[in-house]
């Protein structure tokens, strides 16, 4: 597998991930009027370089494939089924941990703080994107044997 990454095969998720990331820190840092606020900015900052350059590598190697035998190719193909589950799996994991921190911070918040409930919104836009998240996971997860055995039918 050829490791040399140069500038042009950046995408557009690596360079959003960096600046989602940077976002973070400069909001823990300079924006945050609660310490609370400040802690949970830096603790998700390296959640969106991290993903993205898990995806940026595992888009990397599919990439890598040049001229193969059909077989060779279908098995690539079952590797690139378990791939996007992996992915899908990762994914509902992440969402749902940043929910559970959203959770408790909105929670801690609205206690400790005289109700207030600025978190209530974070929380609930990241339930959004945990039920999209688990929602594809499952589907996916749940016509796995059926793609695989798709695939191990044309097998030659």
Same mark, same amino acid.
């Given at each position: 597998m050829n490791q040399d990454l140069d500038i042009k095969s !950046?995408?557009?998720?690596?360079v @959003? #991930? @960096?600046?989602?990331? &940077?976002?973070? %820190?400069? &909001?823990a840092l300079h924006v945050s009027d609660d310490i609370m606020a400040a802690v949970i900015f830096l603790a998700i900052s390296p959640i969106p @370089?991290?993903?993205s350059l898990w995806a940026f590598? @595992?888009?990397h190697q599919s990439k890598q494939h040049q001229t193969i035998a059909v $077989?060779? %190719?279908l098995g690539i193909k079952k590797q690139q089924l378990n791939t996007q589950l992996r992915y899908w799996h990762f994914s509902f994991v992440g969402a749902l941990? %940043? +929910?559970l921190l959203l959770t408790a911070a909105t929670i801690i918040n609205y206690m &400790?703080?005289?109700g207030q409930?600025? +978190?209530? *919104? !974070?929380?609930? *836009? $990241?339930?959004?994107? !945990? #039920? &999209?998240s688990a929602a594809r996971y499952i589907y996916l997860r749940k016509n796995m044997n059926r793609r695989l055995d798709a695939i191990t039918n044309l097998d030659i």
């Open positions: !950046l995408d557009i998720e690596l @959003l #991930g @960096l600046i989602v990331s &940077a976002y973070c %820190l400069y &909001a @370089l991290g993903f590598r @595992l888009r $077989n060779q %190719l941990a %940043l +929910w &400790a703080f005289d409930t600025k +978190w209530f *919104v !974070l929380a609930g *836009v $990241n339930g959004i994107v !945990l #039920g &999209a």
